[in-house]
């Protein structure tokens, strides 16, 4: 399958590059999603404005989990694979873990207290684009309000990336995971 809109080719624009290189592990070439969204900086400038991959008030894990979850629910196997490449590992999700993302229910009993309310929620926004009462008190009971904004945030988000990467249908980065296997092949060049 051919992406729909081919990505821009280099030289970029200076803030364009500047903020690829920031974002890009050195001798990794940018990813497909960055390099079609930078064909308009203004769009480009806009996406990356809205990231919340900084040190905000989730953990690397909480963060992960939501993304994936998130990635996993709307079928966007090129964001979930590049997600579970770079950052499955320093989250500290196993492999039994990053299948079950994509494929079991948010009750699962190989997930602690903590990540069972994240996967709920996404599970919840996803269906219902909103939370019942049950589960924002279980939200409250580990999460500040400000964790509880930024979680909402970061699902819609990866949601919003979800309909890029498969409106556009961008091909699978070759190093990402696949949700038939959940592996990944290093990223490192």
């Not at 998130?70 to 770079?86: D, M, N, R």
């Not at 590992?89 to 196993?94: D, G, K, M, S, Y």
């Not at 903590?114 to 269906?127: F, K, M």
């Amino acid at each position: 399958m051919n992406a729909r809109i081919l990505p821009a080719e280099p030289p970029f624009p200076t803030d364009v590059q500047n903020a690829l290189n920031r974002i890009m592990p050195p001798g990794l070439p940018p990813l497909t999603l960055f390099t079609t969204l930078a064909r308009d900086p203004r769009l480009f400038g806009k996406f990356f404005a809205a990231g919340l991959l900084d040190r905000g008030h989730l953990t690397l894990r909480q963060r992960e989990i939501v993304i994936d979850r998130t990635t996993a629910l709307c079928g966007s196997e090129y964001e979930w694979g590049v997600h579970v490449a770079f950052f499955s590992q320093r989250a500290e999700l196993t492999g039994a873990q990053i299948d079950a993302i994509v494929r079991d229910p948010a009750d699962d009993a190989d997930w602690s207290a903590n990540d069972r309310v994240l996967l709920q929620l996404c599970d919840a926004l996803h269906r219902n684009c909103t939370v019942d009462d049950e589960l924002w008190q279980a939200l409250k009971a580990d999460f500040s309000d400000e964790a509880i904004l930024e979680l909402l945030m970061l699902a819609g988000f990866y949601r919003t990336v979800s309909y890029l990467t498969n409106a556009l249908r961008l091909p699978l980065e070759p190093y990402a995971a696949r949700f038939s296997t959940g592996r990944a092949t290093s990223p490192t060049p």
